[in-house]
């Protein structure tokens, strides 16, 4: 499991994620129709049951009328499921937080959805959670068919499912995007290498690419915490990650505390020194980080796959002559290039150990993640889609106003690539969505750790990855020295990276041996 730098934009994908395309399964039986008589109560729903979950928002709204405990998907999940269902969506701010001020109350819910692997582990670790292995094989036979081995291991401690894991599936998130007509402008070609990446960034925050006559734009921009950045370390062959591992003499290594990690942010820094980079990234939060590019500030960034259809979209109606095209990933001095891979688990489901609806609960997800999937997932056909010619026309109106579904599809989310790619193209085949998922699974940079995340991990990781934020961020800004990546790397190892190194190459070894 991987928590990644560029972890905060997440949210900012996940509605994407949400939404499309196609019709419901039913058993064919005349009576329990929902209102909008789109989908019929199965036969083998099981008994009448009442459960309480909490679930991750995704920053979604609601129509007029409507809440996450009264629409007309939840009504679609409770009449195929034969359940009550009571949902709760903590603020999206301190998300984890909520969640264990839940876990340490006397009121439990019956489920929790964690986007969190250290937050997950850590409360296996408590023996808060309750194993749920018995109780998956006997109500979770779509979770079992659908979900891969690979993911189940994930979520698997010392024998035992600790987790119904919701999947992730897009491979990697961050693509290179430049505004062509600047580069024109300025007689330059596409980047390819990381020192014609530098050439770029200097003639837009030195050359008026605008042609407004101000001194007014950003080289390069990315986010707080180092947030869209991917691409550079990738440069150097590493990745920031916390948890992503790469070989080296035979062991498992931290990417954040390799020497090629120490080059990157040396050339990050040289270009803030330079005022090339953003001056204000340490407070670029993802509205003002957009407002920028839509704004016509910024010409080269490090996209998320979906901010075509998003800021850079935006851009281009707010400024016709925008052209943004994609760009290989930079190439960095001994040839490395590439992206984070993303972990194939999404979040993780759980069930409190005092929690006496666990049945429930596995009925929940499994209509999620089986039979009731696609129109979840897609939304309902002739309302959000319709099929012309074989291909799948979105009414995005409506599309819009019901993104809302994605907080329950999400929960127990599987991968069906040809479904994602209709979907994708639905939503506008000038967005390059599909196409930009394929550019980025073509360039990853994958970790060599893939398994459930460590007792040490759930001790360790969230004071280390602040400590690993604050160190490459003061770096970067001159306010430390670049000596300050050894003192933070020799800290990482006595501060519990020695303890989780020596857990993941145990696992490592266990795996070579297979």
């Not at 693509?175 to 007689?187: A, H, T």
């Not at 530098?198 to 080289?219: C, L």
């Not at 020695?498 to 297979?514: A, G, L």
Request: aromatic fraction near 10%; charge should be negative.
């Amino acid at each position: 499991m991987r928590i990644t730098s560029s972890r905060i934009i997440a949210a900012a994908l996940l509605p994407v994620v949400a939404g499309i395309v196609s019709g419901c399964e039913t058993d064919g039986s005349p009576n329990g129709q929902s209102p909008s008589g789109k989908f019929h109560v199965s036969k083998d729903a099981g008994k009448r049951m009442t459960i309480s979950i909490v679930a991750n928002s995704q920053g979604s709204t609601f129509p007029d009328g409507t809440d996450e405990n009264h629409n007309e998907y939840l009504d679609y999940i409770e009449q195929n499921t034969n359940l009550d269902i009571k949902v709760t969506l903590p603020p999206l701010d301190g998300y984890d937080d909520k969640l264990s001020v839940m876990m340490s109350s006397g009121d439990l819910p019956d489920m929790l959805n964690a986007p969190n692997p250290s937050w997950f582990i850590n409360y296996v670790n408590r023996n808060a959670l309750m194993p749920l292995d018995d109780v998956i094989e006997r109500y979770g036979p779509e979770l079992k068919e659908r979900i891969p081995q690979e993911a189940w291991e994930n979520v698997t401690v010392n024998g035992h499912i600790y987790a119904v894991p919701s999947l992730n599936e897009v491979k990697g998130a961050e693509i290179m995007y430049v505004r062509k007509d600047w580069l024109d402008r300025l007689g330059l070609q596409p980047p390819r290498t990381l020192d014609e990446y530098y050439k770029v960034m200097k003639a837009f925050a030195e050359r008026d690419p605008d042609g407004n006559g101000k001194n007014d734009t950003i080289g390069f921009a990315i986010l707080e915490r180092l947030g869209r950045t991917a691409p550079i370390f990738g440069a150097f062959g590493t990745q920031i990650m916390q948890s992503a591992w790469y070989e080296r003499d035979g062991r498992l290594v931290a990417g954040a505390t390799l020497p090629e990690t120490k080059e990157a942010l040396a050339f990050l820094a040289k270009l803030y020194e330079e005022k090339l980079l953003d001056p204000l990234f340490p407070l670029n939060k993802s509205a003002n980080f957009q407002e920028k590019i839509v704004s016509g500030k910024v010409g080269l960034f490090s996209a998320a796959w979906s901010d075509t259809r998003g800021p850079i979209e935006a851009s281009r109606k707010k400024d016709p002559n925008a052209v943004w095209i994609p760009l290989e990933f930079p190439i960095g001095p001994n040839g490395s290039k590439g992206t984070y891979d993303m972990s194939l688990v999404r979040s993780y489901n759980v069930i409190p150990a005092t929690s006496k609806n666990a049945e429930g609960v596995i009925r929940f997800l499994n209509f999620i993640g089986g039979k009731g999937h696609r129109d979840l997932k897609l939304g309902f056909e002739n309302e959000i889609w319709t099929k012309v010619d074989g291909k799948m026309i979105t009414n995005f109106e409506e599309h819009t106003k019901h993104y809302y579904r994605g907080i329950y599809s999400a929960l127990a989310d599987t991968i069906e690539p040809d479904v994602s790619k209709d979907r994708l193209d639905s939503l506008g085949e000038q967005f390059n969505l599909w196409d930009n998922l394929q550019r980025i699974e073509r360039s990853l940079i994958r970790s060599k750790f893939t398994g459930t995340p460590t007792p040490a991990m759930g001790k360790y990781n969230v004071r280390l990855l602040k400590e690993q934020d604050e160190a490459f961020t003061k770096i970067v800004l001159g306010a430390a020295p670049l000596s300050e990546f050894d003192a933070f790397v020799e800290r990482w190892y006595s501060e519990g990276g020695e303890e989780i190194t020596r857990e993941v190459n145990e696992w490592y070894d266990r795996r070579q041996m297979k």
